[in-house]
């Protein structure tokens, strides 16, 4: 009587949950579900952690170095309007280096075609001494 008495809601709790009595029934697989499970919990928290970490790295960062930028750009602004005619000197810079960059190419160009005249006349001497080498009838 006492025995069905606390043995009566288990059954009927294990009948109506088949997935708990089947652990119950097979622990060693049950328990290597639960630790595989309980990993993959651990992991998730980890990286759900590291990632609001970075995010509030992130964010305070921005925060912090925005006062800097500003202070930056407003400088910035303020010499542009202070000097007269910054553009000609970056105009004048770029010029020379567009002619220098022209000297460079004339003379490898040069070079090059001193190379080819060479290679001419060293094509002509192999033909000349291959002339030479054929014993003609």
């Given at each position: 009587?006492?025995?069905?008495?606390?043995?009566?809601?288990?059954?009927?709790?294990?009948?109506?949950?088949?997935?708990?009595?089947?652990?119950?029934?097979?622990?060693?697989?049950?328990?290597?579900?639960?630790?595989?499970?309980?990993?993959?919990?651990?992991?998730?928290?980890?990286?759900?952690?590291?990632?609001?970490?970075?995010?509030?790295?992130?964010?305070?960062?921005?925060?912090?170095?925005?006062?800097?930028?500003?202070?930056?750009?407003?400088?910035?602004?303020?010499?542009?309007?202070?000097?007269?005619?910054?553009?000609?000197?970056?105009?004048?810079?770029?010029?020379?280096?567009?002619?220098?960059r022209?000297?460079?190419?004339s003379?490898?160009?040069?070079?090059?075609?001193?190379i080819?005249?060479?290679?001419?006349?060293?094509?002509?001497?192999?033909?000349?001494?291959?002339?030479?080498?054929?014993?003609t009838?």
């Amino acid at each position: 009587m006492i025995q069905t008495l606390f043995s009566n809601p288990f059954q009927n709790w294990f009948a109506q949950h088949p997935r708990v009595d089947w652990a119950i029934s097979h622990p060693v697989i049950s328990v290597v579900v639960l630790l595989v499970l309980l990993s993959l919990l651990v992991f998730l928290f980890q990286t759900l952690s590291r990632s609001i970490a970075q995010l509030n790295v992130a964010f305070w960062s921005t925060i912090f170095s925005l006062p800097l930028k500003l202070g930056r750009f407003l400088s910035n602004g303020l010499k542009f309007k202070g000097t007269q005619n910054p553009l000609p000197v970056a105009e004048k810079s770029s010029d020379l280096v567009l002619s220098d960059r022209s000297l460079e190419l004339s003379e490898i160009l040069q070079k090059l075609e001193t190379i080819n005249r060479e290679q001419t006349q060293l094509l002509e001497q192999i033909l000349e001494t291959l002339n030479s080498q054929i014993p003609t009838k």
